[in-house]
């Protein structure tokens, strides 16, 4: 996750091409508001009660789909009777989802593709349930976030008793990284937050986009360690007139900050180390450096 050093220059900071895995996902993600003008406009829109047959059948194709079995192994691995397990797979044959190789239920082509999508559809009914918190503080003209690859994500809320659970476990990380880029982190670790502060002054190599009056304020709190660290290189301000949620790039994984607009506290934080989101976020990190502008020196003036 660490930035070549090129990757600071201003020369280059164009967003890089995504993995094929990532850019289908950002096509999905793009196209997922219009696939009901699309299916409306093909003229063959699937039955609702079909569509739930589907799911509730989700536990048969599952298993389904990891080996054949024959209908007493059925039984065994869903703890279901054997009437049970007899309309299950009288169904899945009735909609050509299965068909009978040697004595065991092997799915067909179309029932497989089904039962990957119901699997698909559940971790992502799952993904949002977790991350409720941070949908909800997410803005939602901020579609560039994608769910899929936060499945396994650690997702750490605020709680009445324990508000600062998210920038614990924020501040936990960093201390853990050689390295740290981000914008929109004020939420995480506020200005007065000395720990944060000593760690991107003196420690970790570390670049940061803020909104320009979070700057000021910065300057106005820690004015000569600030200059200090710039002067070193160790520290890379940047700004930016808007920003959307929090986003932190560490050693190893990524991090994704929501706060409440009226107190300004972080309420949740979700960070993983999945391949493609640490991916997703170095791509909207690169298009949102692309367009801050980099604050070299600070004279208190601008």
């Known amino acids: 996750m660490a930035p070549d050093q090129d990757d600071r220059s201003d020369g280059d900071s164009r967003p890089p091409p995504g993995s094929p895995v990532l850019e289908a996902i950002l096509e999905n ?14 003229g063959d829109r699937v039955d609702a009660d079909l569509l739930g047959d ?9 298993v389904l789909l990891k080996e054949p079995l024959d209908r007493r192994e059925i039984e065994q691995r869903l703890d279901v009777s054997r009437a049970t397990s007899h309309r299950y797979t009288q169904w899945l044959d009735e909609k050509g ?4 190789v ?9 029932g497989a593709v089904i039962a990957e999508e119901v ?3 559940e971790a992502n009914v799952r993904t949002a349930h977790r991350m409720t918190p941070l949908l909800d503080a997410v803005c939602e003209d901020h579609r560039d976030f994608i769910l899929e690859p936060f499945v396994d994500a650690r997702v750490t809320v605020a709680e009445p008793d324990d508000p600062y659970r998210p920038v614990e476990r924020f501040l936990a990380l960093v201390n853990e990284s050689e390295t740290f880029r981000g914008f929109n982190t004020t939420h995480m670790a506020p200005l007065v937050l000395g720990e944060f502060h000593h760690r991107v002054f003196d420690e970790a190599d570390t670049e940061i986009i803020y909104l320009p009056h979070i700057v000021e304020k910065l300057f106005e709190t820690y004015p000569e360690r600030a200059r200090e660290a710039i002067d070193r290189g160790h520290l890379a301000l940047r700004t930016r007139d ?8 560490f050693d190893e994984r990524v991090g994704i900050g929501g706060y409440d607009e009226t107190t300004g506290l972080m309420q949740v934080f979700v960070d993983t180390d999945d391949p493609i989101a640490c991916e997703w976020a170095e791509r909207v990190y690169a298009s949102v450096r692309a367009d801050s502008n980099p604050l070299d020196t600070y004279d208190g003036s601008d």
Request: proline residues 4%.
């Open 119 to 121: 699997l698909r559809f």
């Open 54 to 62: 589907i799911v509730r059948h989700g536990p048969v194709l599952e």
């Open 242 to 249: 808007e920003l959307p949620y929090g986003l932190a790039l």
């Open 102 to 110: 040697d004595g065991r239920f092997q799915l067909t082509w179309r």
């Open 97 to 100: 989802f299965v068909e009978k």
């Open 29 to 42: 993600e793009r196209n997922r508001r219009f696939l009901g003008q699309r299916l409306d406009a093909a």
